[in-house]
T-cell receptor
Framework: DSGVTQTPKHLITATGQRVTLRCSPR?????VYWYQQSLDQGLQFLIQ???????AKGNILERFSAQQFPDLHSELNLSSLELGDSALYFC????????????FGQGTRLTVV | SQQGEEDPQALSIQEGENATMNCSYK?????LQWYRQNSGRGLVHLIL?????REKHSGRLRVTLDTSKKSSSLLITASRAADTASYFC???????????FGKGTRLHILP
C-alpha cells in the first residue's frame, strides 16, 4: 500500500458527461501529480500541485481541470467526455519535488461509452 | 510528450538470468527514477539516481547514469517470476518539477 488513495476505482460514464476523480496523498506529502495512462499514449503527465498551488502543467486538455485543497487532497475534473478519454488516471504524491520519488495510487479506470 | 525512451520495448528472459533495460532522455535533469508497474496497477518507485551520481544499488537492482550520453540503465540480477512487469524510467528536469515518463519496457520472466 503506497498510502495514496484514489476514488473511485472504476467509473463508467457516457460521452458528454462530467466526472470528478479524487486523490488523497500520503500523509505529509505536499506535492500531487496527475497522470493519464492509455495503451497508445503511455503515461502522460497532466498537472502538478504543490501545497495548494499549481506547479507544473503538461498535456492537459482544456476540458480537464484540477485543484488541490487546503487539506492537500486533490480532484481532477473531466468534462465533455469523449470516447478517447477512456484511460487509467493516476495520482501520485511526493514530499519534495525534485528530491524524492513519487508514490502512486492504484488509479481510477475511466470508461466512456 | 515523452522525455525518456526505454529500450528494448519488450524483453523475455529465463528465470535466474539478468535483465538490462536502457533509458535515453533529451534534456538536462535533476534526477532520474525507475518505476515498476504490474499489469493495470499503480506504479511503484524503485530507485532514484541524482544527476551527480553515476551508479546506485538497491538489493538486486543496479542503476547507472551517464549524463554526457543522457542515458541510464537498470540491471535486475538473478531475475524471478515476480519481476515480470513493465519498467519505466522517469526524469525530473532542471527547469521544472514535472516527472516525465518513458513508454516503458515490458519484462517477462520465463519459468
Amino acid at each position: 500500500d503506497s498510502g495514496v488513495t484514489q476514488t473511485p476505482k472504476h467509473l463508467i460514464t457516457a460521452t458528454g458527461q462530467r466526472v470528478t476523480l479524487r486523490c488523497s496523498p500520503r500523509s505529509g506529502d505536499l506535492s500531487v501529480y496527475w497522470y493519464q495512462q492509455s495503451l497508445d499514449q503511455g503515461l502522460q503527465f497532466l498537472i502538478q500541485y504543490y501545497n495548494g498551488e499549481e506547479r507544473a502543467k503538461g498535456n492537459i486538455l482544456e476540458r480537464f481541470s484540477a485543484q488541490q485543497f487546503p487539506d492537500l487532497h486533490s480532484e481532477l475534473n473531466l468534462s465533455s467526455l469523449e470516447l478517447g478519454d477512456s484511460a487509467l488516471y493516476f495520482c501520485a504524491s511526493s514530499v519534495t519535488p525534485g528530491q524524492t520519488g513519487a508514490f502512486f495510487g492504484q488509479g481510477t479506470r475511466l470508461t466512456v461509452v | 510528450s515523452q522525455q525518456g525512451e526505454e529500450d528494448p520495448q519488450a524483453l523475455s528472459i529465463q528465470e535466474g538470468e539478468n535483465a538490462t533495460m536502457n533509458c535515453s532522455y533529451k534534456t538536462s535533469i535533476n534526477n532520474l527514477q525507475w518505476y515498476r508497474q504490474n499489469s493495470g496497477r499503480g506504479l511503484v518507485h524503485l530507485i532514484l539516481i541524482r544527476s551527480n551520481e553515476r551508479e546506485k544499488h538497491s538489493g538486486r537492482l543496479r542503476v547507472t547514469l551517464d549524463t554526457s550520453k543522457k542515458s541510464s540503465s537498470l540491471l535486475i540480477t538473478a531475475s524471478r517470476a515476480a519481476d515480470t512487469a513493465s519498467y519505466f524510467c522517469a526524469t525530473d528536469a532542471n527547469r521544472d518539477d514535472k516527472i516525465i515518463f518513458g513508454k516503458g519496457t515490458r519484462l517477462h520472466i520465463l519459468p
